[in-house]
């Protein structure tokens, strides 16, 4: 009876420290998992526009495979021993050099490339936050430097379009004094000729009652 006891209570105790270690594993995972990423982990700000460049502690002379990733997904997968490169960037502005795949560099950074970055197998981590820049004043020198351009160009405009209509005015008038002249000649013309018809129609009666007085 005895030993029947003190079975149970050591397959008591047994199911007791099981239980405490089932659940003290979690804790512990979550545990190391947080100190691997506090030790690896480095905190980056940029401003937007900026290069950005997150280089591993690679020695140049590594063969083994090269993986980058942002937010758990894939980015450059590079393995020599299968003469294999993968790439999937989330923007064109990314590019990992297969001459030198332990760094990564994202050019003119945006808001969308802000995130969590990983290298492996050198379990290096990033955190990339990018400040967003605020459209400043314009200063006054950079409003002269629009406002010059354009009041030049209006100026330009202006006298191109009076030295066009002044000019046409002034073709206008040409022609016009042209055609009073030619009227005006026209005009003494036929006034010679009415001058001329009557003075020859006078002579030719002086000459007819000359002529009758004569006989």
């Not at 950074?109 to 990018?130: M, N, R, T």
Request: hydrophobic share 30%; aromatic share 10%; charged share 20%.
């Amino acid at each position: 009876m005895g030993k029947n006891t003190d079975m149970v209570v050591f397959q008591t105790r047994i199911l007791h420290l099981g239980c405490c270690i089932i659940m003290f594993l979690p804790t512990y995972g979550d545990y190391m998992k947080s100190h691997k990423k506090s030790s690896f982990l480095t905190n980056i700000t940029a401003s937007q526009g900026e290069n950005v460049v997150l280089s591993c502690n690679a020695s140049r002379d590594n063969r083994g495979d090269i993986v980058w990733r942002k937010n758990d997904s894939l980015l450059y997968n590079q393995s020599p021993y299968k003469n294999l490169t993968k790439t999937n960037y989330t923007t064109s502005r990314m590019q990992v050099d297969p001459q030198s795949p332990w760094k990564l560099q994202i050019s003119n950074v945006q808001p969308s490339d802000a995130g969590h970055y990983e290298c492996f197998p050198f379990k290096q981590q990033w955190i990339l936050s990018i400040e967003v820049r605020k459209n400043k004043p314009y200063s006054l020198k950079q409003m002269l430097l629009y406002i010059v351009p354009t009041v030049t160009g209006l100026i330009a405009v202006c006298l191109i379009i009076f030295c066009i209509v002044w000019n046409h005015r002034k073709l206008k008038r040409k022609v016009a004094s042209g055609h009073r002249e030619t009227e005006d000649e026209s005009q003494q013309t036929h006034g010679r000729k009415k001058d001329q018809f009557q003075s020859s129609q006078y002579f030719e009666r002086f000459n007819s009652v000359y002529g009758e007085i004569q006989n």
